[in-house]
């Protein structure tokens, strides 16, 4: 069955806001509001992002019918912080238990360059397959890491775009490196895979708006973004200026303004 991409598509573009730094950083990302789940939900709500991503978990206790018109990601598999940077994330939930819960598309990281790539790459596979016998599109989170890796090296992150597109990944989420022509590069890399890139860590508005700018002129297909909009001190307002860029496509001179009188 074809993965049904337009579920967490609007006007072409994907707008997700991750939430799942709870099991990939720790609560030390969170502040007092943050920390509640509910609360993260009714900003994607409220901003209308196109999707939310979170681990089962998190899904199964908050999602419900109120955040329908929110798009549920799963994360499949993932990583703690504890020990030394992690080279290789585990599977911590199937794809049938993201559909118990609801899921519209599921994600899964993979760490090519590690010695665990591997397995990352065989579970990668059997995820995709799977899930799109139930026509559930999957955004993998290609983020290359290990021993001499430069992960924000151009050829690097478009050789983890390439794999998304190999391994039948319907979005691959990608690191931004702000090399303006190469990227370019990704993104054909990416062929038809759409190519996502993360936030990152938090900036100051401004420049936050300019590095989405800047990425939509290069044909990247949407955001998954975090900490910018969680940690930002008025997360409605940057998640509403974020949806008025990318998905109603309104000039950045217009969103700077609101930003500016809000
Ligand atoms: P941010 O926008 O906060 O960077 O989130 C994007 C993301 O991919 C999250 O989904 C994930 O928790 C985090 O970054 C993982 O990044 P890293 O492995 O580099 O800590």
Redesign the pocket.
């Given at each position: 069955m074809a993965a049904q991409v337009h579920r967490i598509l609007s006007n072409g573009k994907a707008l997700m806001l991750?939430y799942?730094?709870g099991?990939?950083?720790g609560p030390k990302?969170f502040n007092v509001k943050t920390i509640d789940p509910s609360f993260v939900f009714d900003v994607a709500l409220e901003a209308g992002f196109t999707g939310i991503?979170v681990h089962a978990g998190v899904a199964e206790k908050y999602y419900n019918t109120f955040y329908r018109d929110v798009p549920l990601i799963v994360?499949l598999n993932g990583h703690t912080?504890l020990g030394v940077k992690p080279l290789i994330s585990s599977q911590v939930c199937s794809v049938e238990r993201a559909i118990k819960l609801g899921a519209d598309a599921v994600g899964y990281t993979i760490y090519p360059g590690s010695h665990e790539e591997h397995e990352m790459l065989e579970e990668a596979a059997s995820v995709i397959e799977k899930a799109h016998d139930y026509g559930l599109p999957v955004i993998l989170?290609s983020?290359p890491r290990g021993n001499g890796i430069d992960e924000l090296n151009t050829d690097v992150i478009a050789y983890a775009a390439r794999l998304g597109l190999e391994l039948g990944a319907d979005f691959v989420?990608l690191?931004y490196n702000h090399d303006r022509e190469g990227f370019k590069w990704v993104v054909k890399s990416a062929g038809r895979a759409k190519v996502l890139v993360?936030?990152?860590?938090r900036v100051v508005d401004e420049e936050f708006l300019s590095f989405v700018k800047e990425a939509l002129s290069i044909g990247v297909s949407g955001f998954?973004?975090?900490?910018?909009i969680f940690q930002n001190p008025r997360p409605f307002t940057i998640g509403k200026l974020l949806r008025a860029l990318v998905i109603e496509g309104k000039p950045f001179e217009t969103v700077l303004e609101r930003l500016h009188n809000a």
């Open positions: 991750a799942d730094h099991f990939e950083h990302d991503v994360k912080r989170w983020y989420k690191k993360a936030g990152g860590e998954v973004v975090g900490r910018n």
